[in-house]
């Protein structure tokens, strides 16, 4: 037997071969999602805000600003460039200030959208919630209905309606609204048909609460907030579908001047008055983004206190 001399002992490995366990957890990772997600709903709220303020305060402080009467006419300022004297946007055709023409046809833009939004949320909460939340013939009927609907072209259906009862004010808010009353109930239903199985549900039927009354009195309060989200993701497409219908003459008819009006009647002069098509569609553009980035931030945010409870 050899004696065992330092030589044949085997040197311990150095210290920076050991392996270490990472420092970086797998919650580490988890909470720099969520921080991240965090501050990307909060930026979409902030910008959707500006944006959104940017058009509607002016809008609906059109009233009270410094502005010449959006109908004033003077043939001897016809198409005057953007910033020029008296005139920020510069004007239109007529000689009509086009900075007013924008803001007070916002003013019949923006009423129609939210009256739009309003009457298709209200119809397309009510009937969601009573597709999802008592099934059987009553889901049925309403599940063929949205299926119906929404395999219909959108736009040709708005146009036929209102080529049979005329282009008036009422129409086009109840025609956009009956058109997108089903993105809505949609919702609304999946959000229910969760909603029924939880076991205050249960609990309230084994108390004697009439399913009605369960509907009304807890089921809806626990859903009303989603869906409200996206009745606000609505009101850019209810905007563009107004815009769209007054560009192609369909919209509201004069006196009422609205943006879709504005950039119809300034087309002609594209080639050499930009301003009268480019001005009020940015203005478009801009409400559309904030409001859409507006919803988008509010409904993570929603998601994410959801998922931590």
Known sequence: ??????????????????????????????????????????????????????????????????????NHQDLGQRRL??????????????GRDLQSLILHGGQVS??????????????????????????????????RVLEAQLSLPLLMMLLLVVALFGPSLPVITFVIAIAQWPEVARLTRSLVLVEREKPYVAAARVLGLHRLQILLRHVIPNVIKQATLVVLLLLAQAVLLESALSYLGAGPQRPFSTWGRIIADGQDYITTSWWLVTIPGLVIVVLVVGVNLLGDGLRDRARRRKGTK
């Open 1 to 70: 037997m050899s004696p065992v001399t330092p030589s044949s002992l085997a040197a311990p490995p150095p210290a920076a071969a050991v392996a270490r366990p990472s420092a970086v957890t797998p919650r580490d990772f988890a909470r720099a999602s969520a921080t991240r997600r965090r501050r990307g709903s909060r930026l979409k709220i902030w910008v959707g805000s500006i944006c959104t303020l940017l058009v509607v305060a002016p809008v609906l402080l059109a009233g009270v600003l410094p502005i010449p009467a959006a």
């Open 81 to 94: 460039p953007p910033l020029s004297p008296g005139h920020l946007f510069g004007t239109d055709q007529l």
């Open 110 to 143: 923006l009423l129609v959208g939210v009256l739009a939004v309003t009457v298709s949320g209200v119809l397309g909460i009510v009937l969601g919630s009573a597709a999802g939340f008592f099934g059987g013939r009553i889901d049925s009927v309403i599940s």
